[in-house]
């Protein structure tokens, strides 16, 4: 082996021991209480360890990507579920460089519904779909600091209710740093100024959210730079190597810590901080308070607060067996999607495939006064509406209520939450519809039928 093969042997080695290293620092989080991680219960230890493997996971995948020869891959999936995620939705992304350009093209099922009107029986596409490219990816620095306003923003959104389809489902989408002058279709701007600062697109992402899981199916994407068929993509060297083995930890112990850190000090999941979000808010209590819900809210993106037409709510459930949560909400303004869902204590939305954990519109069965409202408890209460917590005493309530068009704060969603005993919920719900194990059984097969289609690889 010459001199030059060993030195580059050593660089490969070194830079993977760091990203092992990094492995273990993310490991640390589990359970270092100075890393703020959840109650050190044997399903919380257990499932930490399963969550930082889903962020190795998607630390190996963003590493591996290549801005100048995207494709659209799963962000959030089963197998790396995090961040508080939405069990109705998929959640696509691409890494790009905003100062190129690039084409997406797609399909869809019949959109009719995008369009509010009646879609035809049979398979239709996703309820809702929105395309956002952004200068920055929540959580990389591994630092609460990088909330700050104008960290990263949206340098432009695109969603279903705008986005021009053709009858047979087919559309466009250009991203460049600018619009064409004269160009009519559908544009994603990848470079903008805001506040004095010049920003560049860098990661876009598509959340396709679903309501009806029987009918609903996922589009076809496909993402190019324009004229890179013209430039042959270079094989991977030793820097590239050694430079992706680092990217990989680093993601992943920054993911790890910068969540942890969110959840408990951002969130004050684990109780009130001085000075805190809910201090600025005005509230007595936690921002995530204690079988209660904060009040919806459309959070930012520099505040970790996702979809960007999303209106938000959550707290934490913590009940016993013989306990319920009783959750009520009224849309003076029906919204696009609606949702309900339960996570644990590192934000990963519980197991929606053999449980019905969330439970969104399409699903519930509504009130004789219009309102929505699901019960949240361990076991079967054998009634419409039910949301199980498969048995974790601890975790994440989340709702969210999606408008494409942001109705005024006097009609946003309403909500209510109330703990019950068990015992009570057939008097606080007497119109409730009786459910059969049969009829449970068959919606344990829509969802594991509907998460096989959703996440195929094929």
């Known amino acids: 082996m010459t001199d030059d093969n060993k030195q580059i042997k050593q660089q490969l080695r070194s830079a993977f021991d760091n990203m092992i290293q990094c492995f273990q620092e993310a490991r640390d989080a589990i359970d270092t209480p100075e890393l703020h991680p959840a109650p050190p219960t044997e399903r919380n230890l257990a499932e930490g360890y399963r969550y930082v493997l889903g962020f190795m996971l998607s630390g190996i995948e963003r590493a591996l990507a290549d801005p100048l020869y995207p494709r659209f891959r799963r962000a959030i999936q089963p197998t ?11 959640y696509l992304m691409a890494e790009i460089d905003g100062n190129y350009r690039y084409r997406v093209r797609g399909k869809a099922a019949d959109t009719r519904h995008w369009r509010g009107k009646q879609a035809a029986d049979g398979t239709t596409a996703p309820q ?27 340098t432009s959104t695109l969603d279903s209710s705008a986005l021009l389809v053709d009858d047979d489902g087919c559309f466009e989408i250009l991203i460049a740093p600018e619009k064409p002058e004269g ?56 820097e590239m190597a050694s430079n992706l083995m680092r990217e990989v930890g680093t993601i992943t112990r920054n993911q790890v810590h910068f969540w942890n850190a969110f959840n ?52 934490t459930y913590l009940l016993g067996d013989d306990e319920a949560l009783l959750i009520e909400t009224h849309t003076p303004v029906e919204p696009a999607f609606m949702g309900f869902h339960l996570a644990n204590l590192w934000g990963e939305s519980l197991d929606f495939e053999s449980y019905p954990s969330n439970i969104n519109a399409h699903f519930l069965d509504r009130d004789e006064d219009g309102g929505y409202r699901w019960v949240v408890c361990h076991k079967d209460p054998g009634i419409a509406n039910w949301v199980s917590t498969t048995g974790l005493p601890h975790g994440y309530t989340s709702m969210r209520w999606t408008y494409p ?29 009786a459910v059969s194990e049969a009829e449970r059984a068959e919606q344990r097969l829509i969802r594991h039928r509907h998460v096989q289609r959703r996440y195929r690889q094929y």
């Open 405 to 433: 068009t942001p109705p005024p704060k006097e009609q946003w969603p309403t909500l209510k939450v109330e703990k019950i005993a068990v015992s009570e919920i057939r008097e606080k719900l007497p119109q409730a519809r």
């Open 183 to 238: 160009y009519e279709g559908n544009f994603l701007l990848s470079k903008r100024s805001s506040h004095g600062t010049d920003y560049v697109g860098r990661y876009l992402t598509c959340r396709e959210l679903f309501h009806d899981w029987a009918n609903q199916d996922v589009m076809d994407l496909e993402i190019l730079r324009l004229d890179c068929e013209q430039e042959i993509k270079p094989p991977i060297d030793a």
């Open 80 to 90: 790396n579920r995090a961040t508080i995620d939405n069990a109705d939705a998929v």
């Open 264 to 315: 408990a000090i951002t969130l004050e999941t684990y109780g009130k901080i001085p000075g805190g979000i809910s201090d600025k808010m005005g509230m007595d209590r936690p921002f995530m308070p204690v079988n209660d819900m904060n009040p919806p809210n459309a959070l930012g993106i520099a505040t970790g607060g996702g979809q960007s037409s999303n209106i938000y709510a959550g707290g």
């Open 128 to 154: 809702y779909v929105i395309f956002e490219l952004s200068s920055g990816y929540a959580g990389d620095s591994g630092q609460l600091s990088e909330m700050k306003p104008g960290s990263r923003i949206n």
